[in-house]
Each structure stands twice: as C-alpha cells, then as structure tokens.
C-alpha cells in the first residue's frame, strides 16, 4: 500500500453541548476508496465536514499528502486538492449546468479539467448543458454534483450520500460513476447509508457510531462480520 495521503487524528467535533464526533482516526491510502458508513446521526457528514474545512473540529488533526491542513480554510483545501460533493447535492438550480461546472472550476482554477473532459465523463450532462441545473432529475444533479467536484481534478473526492434519495437505476449509475473516479486514480473517501453497495465497492470500511468508530477492517471483511451485518446490512 501506498503512503497515505489522508490521515485523520483524534478528531473531535462538538456542536455546543452535542459531541458529533467523539475520537475519530482513519488513513486512506493514495487510490483508495475509503467508506464510512452508520446510522443517521452517526458523525459521518461532521467527519467530512471538519475533513474539508467547512468546520472547525474541536481537536484533532487532519493531514494531507503529509502536510498538517487542520488550520486550513476550505478553500485553501480545495486548492491543495482535496473536494467535498456535500450532502443534498447544492448545486445552484438558477444557473445552468454548465455554469455549475465553472464554478467547479474557478475553485482550482490552474488545475481545473476542461469542461469537455467532464461530458465525456458524465454524457447526460452534456445534453443538458445549457438548461437550469434545477430542471434536473435528482440523479442528474447528482451527477452535477459530482462532475463539479472532478473538474477541480482533485487528488481526494469526499462524497456525502451520494446514493440518497434516488432510484434504484440512478443509484447503480452513481456508483458505476464512483468506480470510474477510483479508476482514474483519484482518491475517495465515500460516507453512506447504503452500507452494503459503500462497503462493496470499498477497500477498507470504518462503521460510526455516536460518534466514534466501532468497527474497521477490510470491506470484504466488514460484509461477512456478524455485528456489521445485524446492525447495518440485515438480509438484502
Ligand atoms: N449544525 C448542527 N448543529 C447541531 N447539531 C448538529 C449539527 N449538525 C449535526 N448535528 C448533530 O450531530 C450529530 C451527527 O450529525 P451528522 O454528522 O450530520 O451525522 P450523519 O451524517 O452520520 O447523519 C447528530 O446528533 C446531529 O443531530
Ligand atoms: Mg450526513
């Protein structure tokens, strides 16, 4: 395995009084594909959230490609290449589609991939490229969401739920997506709910709970662990 080049120490991230993330550690490797799954309410957006500099976390460290980014803002982050697709999508539903990408862009302006690679990558966009980005399916969105985040050609992608809220084709689309950024070399670190598809298309899981992480492992091994799959994957 490579060296990491995502490493997360101790983090602790409170809202006033409710601790979210109580002592979360984890590494992801160069070309990983990290998942973090549990419950809703588990700290899994508050980890990501700290992760990308949205939020300050109480304590703890956050490095990345070796360099201590814990002080860093957002932005600062983006630029070094490390992209969050948030929760819910936001995307900007009173500009077109192509203009979500250019902004996309515009966050790592010297890196960022021509808007064209991202057609290639995500063709429904490219049909769709001068309509309102709020005229979208929930799954094209997704997509947007996604292909806004690609085009800064970050090193680490951070995916929040990408799969929520869609149908069943569309979830098989955003995940056939996923495979096709891990291909590419790019990094990902991928919280969800749908524990069994994360932890399917994962190297290495870490399940949350209130806060902390109860169980790591290889995701093969997560699948097959017989608390994980009480717990959160049940009978498919
Ligand atoms: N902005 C906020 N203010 C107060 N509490 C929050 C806020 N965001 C999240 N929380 C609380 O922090 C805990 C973890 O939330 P979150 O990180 O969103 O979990 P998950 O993404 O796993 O569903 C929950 O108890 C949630 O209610
Ligand atoms: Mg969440």
Not at 20 to 34: C, I, Q, W
Not at 78 to 84: N, R, T
Not at 183 to 211: F, I, W
């Amino acid at each position: 395995m490579s060296d990491p080049i995502l490493e997360v120490e101790s983090l602790k991230v409170a809202y006033g009084r409710v601790q979210a993330v109580r002592d979360v550690s984890f590494t992801v490797p160069e070309g990983g594909l990290v998942a973090l799954v549990g419950a809703n309410g588990a700290g899994k957006s508050s980890v990501l959230a700290a992760v990308s500099g949205l939020i300050r976390p109480g304590s703890g460290r956050v490095r990345l490609g070796g360099e201590d980014v814990t002080r860093c803002p957002a932005h600062r982050r983006i630029a070094a290449g490390l992209v969050l697709v948030p929760e819910g999508r936001q995307i900007l539903g009173t500009l077109t589609v192509a203009e979500n990408l250019l902004l996309g862009a515009h966050r790592r302006r010297r890196q960022a991939a021509p808007e064209s690679e991202m057609y290639d990558l995500f063709p429904v966009l490219a049909e769709r490229r001068a309509l309102p980005a709020g005229s979208l399916s929930g799954g094209e969105q997704q997509m947007l969401a996604i292909a806004r985040a690609m085009i800064a050609r970050p090193r680490v992608v951070l995916l929040d739920e990408p799969s929520m809220g869609l149908a069943p084709k569309m979830v098989d689309e955003v995940f056939a997506v996923i495979e096709k950024i891990r291909a590419s070399g790019v990094t990902v670190v991928l919280v969800e709910q749908n524990a069994r598809r994360a932890l399917r298309a994962a190297d290495t899981g870490h399940v949350l709970e209130t806060g902390e992480i109860a169980h790591s492992g290889p995701a093969s091994e997560l699948l097959q662990d017989p608390r994980v799959v009480k717990a959160y994957l049940g009978v498919e």
